[in-house]
């Protein structure tokens, strides 16, 4: 059974960075492709990051230079490096893996077998 637990959330100022994690149990994380993707409230979650299986990293628009997406095989663990935070960018953020279909590069199009309960971020300006 696939089980995914973000942690990192929290409230922060203007500016402000957060380091996003998610913890998966029976799950590998390593040469598969996985993502990060947030809600606000009232509008659709969204794809924020995605990392292939060779490592490469897609962004939204919205956060390229600013997010960072990474992984450690070695602790089977998933990070989302958030710098330089808006107030835009506040909401409940997921982690998710296991495309059942679409393309890495487009996390928001594609479908998503396992997603995590979410760790809410919030920027205040």
């Known amino acids: 059974q696939v089980q995914l637990v973000e942690s990192g959330g929290g409230s922060v100022q203007t500016g402000g960075s957060l380091r996003l994690s998610c913890a998966a149990s029976?799950?590998?994380?390593?040469?598969?492709?996985v993502g990060w993707f947030r809600q606000a409230t009232g509008k659709e979650r969204e794809g924020v990051a995605a990392?292939?299986?060779?490592?490469?990293?897609f962004y939204a628009d919205s956060v390229k230079g600013r997010f960072t997406i990474s992984r450690d095989n070695a602790k089977n663990a998933l990070y989302l490096q958030m710098n330089s935070l808006k107030p835009e960018d506040t909401a409940t953020y997921y982690c998710a893996v296991e495309i059942v279909s679409g393309d890495c590069y487009r996390p928001t199009k594609a479908q998503w077998r396992y997603w995590g309960q979410g760790t809410q971020v919030t920027v205040s300006s």
């Open positions: 029976g799950y590998t994380y390593s040469g598969r492709c």
């Open positions: 990392i292939n299986r060779f490592g490469v990293g």
